[in-house]
C-alpha cells in the first residue's frame, strides 16, 4: 500500500474506532512517540491506547514512517495536553 492510501486508511480505521482492524496496517516493528509526553508505545500497547482512550473521537495530526507497506513510525501531536494515558497502558522503557 501506498503513504497516501495507508495514512487515509489509518485515519478511516481509527475515525470509526475499528480497533480490530488497526493492528493490520501497522509493521510489527511499530513504535509511536508522543510528542507532548516523550512516550513511545509498541504496536499492541498503542492499539489498546487508542481503544481505551476516554472521550477519543478522531486522529487529526500525526508525522508518519512506512515500512514494507505498513505504518513503521507515528509520531502523535496532541492539541489536548496534559491529559493523561489510560490507567493499564505503559510506554516502553
Known amino acids: 500500500m501506498d ?7 489509518l485515519t478511516e480505521v481509527i475515525d470509526a474506532h475499528a480497533w480490530d482492524a488497526l493492528p493490520l496496517l501497522l509493521h510489527p516493528d511499530f513504535t509511536c512517540r508522543l ?3 516523550g512516550e513511545v508505545f509498541d504496536r499492541d500497547v498503542w492499539v489498546r491506547l487508542n481503544a481505551d482512550y ?3 473521537q478522531r486522529m487529526l495530526l500525526s508525522f508518519a514512517t512506512l ?3 505498513l505504518l513503521a ?3 502523535e ?3 489536548d495536553v496534559g491529559q ?8 516502553l522503557a
Do not use: K
Open 3 to 9: 503513504a497516501a492510501s495507508l495514512l487515509t486508511r
Open 67 to 69: 515500512r514494507d507497506g
Open 77 to 79: 501531536v496532541w492539541a
Open 73 to 75: 513510525e507515528l509520531t
Open 54 to 56: 476516554p472521550g477519543f
Open 35 to 37: 510528542v507532548h509526553t
Open 84 to 91: 493523561p494515558a489510560p490507567e493499564g497502558t505503559r510506554a
